[in-house]
């Protein structure tokens, strides 16, 4: 195997491993927000935010609603 091959197949499993472990932090969410979105409804059902915000720090926000 010639030098030239092997730099390449070890550059190609590094760029493979990246992009295997940016699938599950990334691209699923990004294409499941309805899922998303009804799991941090069952999540957050029953939380007074004001009680668990600490002072003088924003009020939770939608993370998944459009910025205007």
Same mark, same amino acid.
């Given at each position: 195997?010639? +030098?030239? =091959? =092997?730099?390449? %197949?070890?550059?190609?499993? /590094?760029?493979? +491993?990246?992009? +295997? +472990? /940016?699938?599950?932090?990334?691209? !699923? *969410?990004?294409? !499941? @927000? ?6 941090? @409804?069952?999540? =957050? ?6 009680? #668990?915000? *600490? #002072?003088? %720090? @924003? ?6 609603? *459009? @910025?205007?």
């Amino acid at each position: 195997m010639s +030098a030239n =091959r =092997r730099i390449t %197949l070890i550059f190609g499993g /590094f760029i493979a +491993a990246v992009a +295997a +472990a /940016f699938y599950p932090i990334f691209f !699923h *969410p990004y294409s !499941h @927000k309805d899922e998303y979105k009804e799991i941090q @409804k069952v999540n =957050r059902a029953g939380i007074n935010q004001t009680d #668990v915000q *600490p #002072v003088g %720090l @924003k009020i939770w926000s939608d993370p998944f609603k *459009p @910025k205007s």
